[in-house]
T-cell receptor, first 115, second 116 residues
Framework: EAQVTQNPRYLITVTGKKLTVTCSQNMNHEYMSWYRQDPGLGLRQIYY???????DKGDVPEGYKVSRKEKRNFPLILESPSPNQTSLYFC??????????????FGEGSRLTVL | AQSVTQLDSQVPVFEEAPVELRCNYSSSVSVYLFWYVQYPNQGLQLLLKYLSGSTLVKGINGFEAEFNKSQTSFHLRKPSVHISDTAEYFCAVSDRVTGGGNKLTFGTGTQLKVEL
């Protein structure tokens, strides 16, 4: 089954404790992206990657890091989480072959609470 | 840069009634337009998209949307809603020129609540 898998789905942590949210897709997609969803703000892009070792900032990259060492994985790293990073996070992927009109496939989300 | 405006944050409607969720966009270049749906505790899934051609686009679950270039709108409609349509709906735009892979700019979402 084609899917984007995120872990953990739920996490409560404390300020300053480094954490990683993993994302893996099994569709051989080149493009992967992280979004955060906040009430009244919709989804905002954090980082994206066009392929292995190619990453770039989205609209709200501050406080986050990413890496793309393998095509299937795109982890989101919070080096020193703060309460304003409490949010619902989504990983998404798609193939670049379809161009910008292609469908984004989303994971089920990771709800992060930073105390 | 592009932006998307969904004026209605919540839309309550009775079952079997018609519904329209409004979406307006702004962009200096040609765009692709999308509607995504998010059911409770799930990720987003594509409902429909407009790339080119006919301005009336049909999607899954009986939804359709009409692209209106002069009004820069892409409103979503369904003639008769069901309880199972209760979800949050997001309008999104993608820059057709630079693309950036598939960087979507999302609206703030409209919560559709279908009541008996």
């Amino acid at each position: 089954e084609a899917q984007v898998t995120q872990n953990p789905r739920y996490l409560i942590t404390v300020t300053g404790k480094k954490l990683t949210v993993t994302c893996s897709q099994n569709m051989n997609h080149e493009y992967m992206s992280w979004y955060r969803q906040d009430p009244g703000l919709g989804l905002r892009q954090i980082y994206y990657s066009m392929n292995v070792e190619v990453t770039d900032k989205g609209d709200v990259p501050e406080g986050y890091k990413v890496s793309r060492k393998e095509k299937r994985n795109f982890p989101l790293i919070l080096e020193s989480p703060s309460p304003n990073q409490t949010s619902l996070y989504f990983c998404a992927s798609n193939t670049l072959a379809g161009g910008p009109g292609g469908e984004l496939f989303f994971g089920e989300g990771s709800r992060l609470t930073v105390l | 840069a592009q932006s998307v405006t969904q004026l209605d944050s919540q839309v309550p409607v009775f079952e079997e009634a018609p519904v329209e969720l409004r979406c307006n966009y702004s962009s200096s270049v040609s765009v692709y337009l999308f509607w995504y749906v998010q059911y409770p505790n799930q990720g987003l899934q594509l409902l429909l998209k407009y790339l080119s051609g006919s301005t009336l686009v049909k999607g899954i679950n009986g939804f359709e949307a009409e692209f209106n270039k002069s009004q820069t709108s892409f409103h979503l409609r369904k003639p008769s809603v069901h309880i199972s349509d209760t979800a949050e709906y997001f309008c999104a735009v993608s820059d057709r020129v630079t693309g950036g892979g598939n960087k979507l700019t999302f609206g703030t979402g409209t919560q559709l609540k279908v009541e008996l």
